[in-house]
């Protein structure tokens, strides 16, 4: 497989302007409650707009055992995921990797970019330009906790594409510093751009944007309250056993804010 150039994408179509998220019933439920989350794409986050599917929707513990939901149900803008949560502890809920759309991307000036329908007219490119399958594969998180166990000052996202975020000694609250970091294939990711969407602001303000530094960090303090979503996007070679040589990555890793 040939070597490719990850860079990001930025695009009109839903399945790289609209922002995979999974949004908890509440961050902080009893044991033996029936709680749940709702899955959506959306571009006015945390309202939904297009229902997330997937085939590898989980919920982790905090010792690595998966649980399974015990009803998942699929609407138009949204899929509703319920459970009842026996035990005190952590858990993170996860989409599983959700692999998507197919398209191509053309390698121009050193840079992959979308070819086709929704992007640069092939037709358009000269006759030797590189054009290549892609698809999309996308993981949303976020995390729960049931019974007096606190809220967890380190998060982290599952899959290729990781998130790790970290939040200051006081926990994650209005003017308190959070520290992001992107994880791919386990190394930090070096000049990433990572954003932090608040709620109801992705219309009226821009998310704030950070490039990652020579750690694949950045840094981050929220000034409002509510549930707010990390995202990342990175573009990369496909695994051996893909479909497609080039795969477009998105995370997204929903927190409360207090």
Known sequence: MA??????????????????????HAFRVEPGQTTGAIASFSDHFPAPE???????????????DLLEWDKITPHHTVTVLETAIKSPGIYRLSSGERLGRKGKVALIDGKWQIAGRDGVAIEDLPPATTIAASQTATVSDTYIVAGDTPYPQELMT?????????????????????VVQVLFDDKPLVGAKVELIAPFTMETDAPAKVITDENGQAAFTPLRRGPHVLLVRHIADAPPDAQTWVRSYSTTLTFPVE
Do not use: M, T, W, Y
């Open 3 to 24: 070597s490719v150039i990850a860079v990001f994408l930025l695009s009109a179509v839903p399945a790289f302007a609209h922002v995979g998220f999974l949004l908890p």
């Open 50 to 64: 297009i229902a997330l599917k997937s085939a590898s929707f989980a919920i982790e513990q905090a010792d690595g």
């Open 158 to 178: 599952g899959e290729r594409l990781r998130l790790k975020a970290v939040a200051s000694a006081e926990g994650l609250g209005i003017d308190r510093s959070i």
